[in-house]
């Protein structure tokens, strides 16, 4: 498996996990619920980093390989001068 399909799936499994959404409260390690109103919107930030990086990591996959060969090109074209 080459290395951005394996960021790819892990940045995804992460998304999914922030999607699920908070855990209730009468399961055991659950979080008690934030009463702080300048606490921030944390997990949108996550969320939308996340999902940036998962756009990236597949537009590498889409791209990866005319981008190498516009990078050989050039240091081709480099090397011979």
Request: no cysteine; proline share 11%; hydrophobic share 50%.
């Amino acid at each position: 498996m080459r290395l951005p399909l394996r960021l790819a799936a892990l940045l995804g499994a992460a998304l999914l996990l922030l999607l699920r959404g908070p855990s209730r409260p009468d399961r055991p390690g659950a979080r008690p619920p934030a009463d702080d109103p300048d606490r921030g919107d944390v997990p949108g930030w996550v969320m939308l980093t996340l999902m940036s990086a998962v756009l990236v990591a597949g537009l590498l996959l889409v791209a990866q390989p005319a981008l190498e060969g516009l990078f050989r090109d050039a240091i081709g074209r480099v090397s011979q001068n």
